[in-house]
């Protein structure tokens, strides 16, 4: 996933979080943990795979930072200006998508 430029490596952070940012962060950290290898780059601070990949270079140049973000599956660009769903995930990489679904936990506690 080539993402826009981002504040920090996965764009949670300020006072005005964007929750499908926070989706794909927690999403691709789950990905990432189960062995799946699924990558992001972030425009601000990892700018040369932005450039030495020729389908997002392309993008960038008839379209600019604003097609952003944008997704490579098997090295060629799949799509942009959006992220990628948990069905499209599950269906890229052969896996169950409840696999992945958050679980409430079976106990909880009160710390107020």
């Not at 020729?54 to 944008?70: C, S, T």
């Amino acid at each position: 996933m080539f993402d826009p430029a981002l504040c920090c490596p996965t764009g949670v952070c300020g006072p005005d979080v964007d929750p499908e940012l926070t989706r794909i962060s927690r999403l691709h950290l789950k990905l990432v943990n189960n062995g799946y290898n699924v990558k992001r780059y972030n425009l601000a601070q990892e700018p040369d795979p932005f450039v030495t990949h020729k389908g997002v270079n392309e993008l960038l140049e008839k379209e600019g930072p604003d097609a952003l973000p944008a997704v490579v599956v098997d090295g060629k660009l799949a799509f942009y200006n959006r992220y990628p769903t948990m069905e499209e995930f599950s269906e890229w990489l052969g896996f169950d998508k409840e696999e992945l679904q958050t679980k409430e936990p079976e106990k909880k506690i009160n710390l107020l």
